[in-house]
C-alpha cells in the first residue's frame, strides 16, 4: 500500500507521462496486485487519453458526473468517502489489476473548481486500498496539489533526459524541490537512446551517481499506440517480445525498472505470484 509519484524537474524533458504509463501497465500484466493511476492536471491529458477514446459526446469516456475526481470530490464533502469506494469512481484498464482515475473537468473559472488540497487526500485515501497508487506529476510540482503529492509519497521516480545541460542543474540541485529531500528516489532516463554517448553508464560516472541509472528506451511502437490510444493492446502483443523484435528491449528495460521500484518500496512480498514475468 504505497505511493509513488513520477517527476520531472523540466517540461519536455524525461517523459514522466509516458513513463508511469509503462510501468503502471507492465506492472499490471505481470504481477497480482491492485493498482491505482492518476495525475494531478486540471485538464485531460495524454494518461487518460492513452486508455482509448470516449465513446461519444453524450457518453464520454468516464460519464464524468458519476466518475473521477469530481465525483470523489463530492462523495468527500457528503463524508461518504472511503478507501474501498474509490475504486467504484475510477476507469478499470486492466480488471481487478489497474485503475484510471480521471482527472478534474470542472473549467478553472468555475467557482467551484477541484480544491487543491482534495487530491492529495483522495490519492493518500486510494493508497489504503491499493497496493500500488501511481500519480503523474509531471513537471508541475510547484503548482497547486504536487507538491502535496511529491512530500506524501513512498517513492519518488524521477525522470530525467539525456541533455547534459539539465543533468547538471538537476545533480546541483538547482531543479530540486524540497519535498525530494530524504525521500526514496529512482532516476530514469526517459525515450532513452542507449547509442548516444551519453549512455546510462557514462552519465552516472560523469555525476558520480552510485546507484543505477534505470531507463526507458525509445520505442516507436510504443509511443504510436500512446497516439493511437491502444497503449494496452501494444503490451498485450508485445509483452512476450523476444530478443531482435523491435520491442524486446523496452520491455526488458521497463520490466528491470519495475522490479528495482518493488525492491525499493519493499513490496515483493506483499504481491502475489507473478504471471510469466
Not at 79 to 96: A, F, G, H, M, R
Request: contains cysteine; glycine residues 6%.
Amino acid at each position: 500500500m504505497s505511493q509513488v509519484a513520477f517527476w520531472a524537474p523540466v517540461r519536455g524533458h524525461g517523459a514522466a507521462t509516458s513513463n508511469v504509463l509503462a510501468v503502471s501497465t507492465m506492472l499490471a500484466l505481470d504481477y497480482y496486485a491492485r493498482i491505482m493511476i492518476t495525475h494531478t492536471k486540471k485538464t485531460r491529458t495524454a494518461l487518460e487519453n492513452a486508455f482509448g477514446k470516449p465513446s461519444s459526446p453524450g457518453n464520454n469516456l468516464l460519464s464524468f458526473s458519476e466518475y473521477g475526481l469530481d465525483a470523489l470530490e463530492r462523495l468527500l464533502q457528503s463524508d461518504k468517502l472511503t478507501p474501498e469506494s474509490i475504486q467504484d469512481y475510477t476507469k478499470p484498464i486492466v480488471k481487478d489489476r489497474l485503475d484510471l482515475l480521471p482527472g478534474s473537468r470542472k473549467p478553472l473559472s468555475d467557482p467551484d473548481c477541484f480544491r487543491e488540497e482534495t487530491l492529495p487526500y483522495i490519492v493518500n485515501s486510494a493508497s489504503r486500498y491499493y497496493d500500488l497508487t501511481f500519480v503523474d506529476v509531471g513537471d508541475g510540482y510547484k503548482e497547486g496539489s504536487s507538491e502535496a503529492i511529491l512530500r506524501n509519497s513512498d517513492l519518488i521516480v524521477v525522470n530525467l533526459s539525456q541533455n547534459l545541460e539539465l543533468l547538471e542543474r538537476y545533480f546541483n540541485k538547482e531543479l530540486w524541490t524540497e519535498a525530494l529531500q530524504n525521500k526514496p528516489l529512482l532516476l530514469v532516463l526517459g525515450d532513452y537512446d542507449g547509442n548516444s554517448r551519453f549512455n546510462a553508464v557514462n552519465l552516472a560516472r560523469k555525476f558520480k551517481w552510485k546507484q543505477p541509472f534505470y531507463t526507458v528506451p525509445h520505442c516507436t511502437g510504443y509511443l504510436d499506440a500512446c497516439g493511437d490510444k491502444n497503449l494496452l493492446e501494444f503490451f498485450l502483443r508485445n509483452r512476450n517480445a523476444g530478443p531482435g523484435h523491435s520491442s524486446y528491449v523496452f520491455i526488458t528495460e521497463v520490466r528491470k525498472l519495475i522490479k528495482a521500484l518493488l525492491n525499493r518500496l519493499g513490496l515483493d512480498s506483499k504481491l502475489m505470484q507473478e504471471r510469466g514475468a
